[in-house]
């Protein structure tokens, strides 16, 4: 549990605002088709999944509308508890392959959606580390992160 608490420091750390924003735009657009792509393929796998795939997709598109596309800022990619170097010093955040530019937004969503994953599988419970997710939300906030952050979460 240590190394899930140091991940979630070192990535509620918002990126310096001047790293050189590199790499190509990933828009709020990309992110909804990919969503559509994985929703088909799980209401194709299993139907008994569909309405609920099909209304998170349907909360995604309208949480969509209130983002601001322009706002952009460096980008991670694939946030989660496997892409950090935990050390005496300072933690470091790396990627080699998925760095980018896009929303504030995403980076966070998909570390908060990581630590549930983690949650379900190493506690049973997809809940088992929302006290965490809320933790790493606020000291991402406090560390000088996005504002709009939190208006973003829909589920």
């Known amino acids: 549990m240590c190394q ?4 979630m420091w070192a990535m509620a750390r918002p990126l310096p605002k001047a790293a050189p924003p590199s790499g190509r735009t ?15 393929l799980i209401c194709e796998a299993d139907r008994g999944w569909a309405m609920q795939c099909e209304d998170l997709l349907e909360r995604l598109r309208n949480s969509a509308v209130s983002l601001d596309a322009g ?4 980008g991670h990619g694939d946030s989660c508890e496997h892409q950090i170097v935990l050390t005496k ?4 955040v790396l990627d080699w392959d998925l760095y980018d530019i896009a929303h504030p937004t995403r980076d966070v969503a998909k570390f908060i ?11 049973g ?3 088992a580390l929302d006290s965490a ?3 790493f939300l606020k000291t991402y906030l406090d560390s000088g992160g996005h504002p709009h952050v939190p208006a973003a979460r829909c589920c």
Do not use: D, H, I
């Open 71 to 74: 706002l952009t800022c460096a």
């Open 113 to 123: 959606v990581s630590l549930e994953r983690l949650a379900k599988q190493c506690l």
């Open 4 to 7: 899930v608490c140091g991940a």
């Open 26 to 40: 990933s828009g709020v657009e990309r992110f909804l088709n990919s969503a559509e792509r994985k929703c088909r």
């Open 125 to 127: 419970s997809v809940r």
């Open 89 to 92: 010093g300072p933690t470091v």
């Open 133 to 135: 997710a809320e933790l």
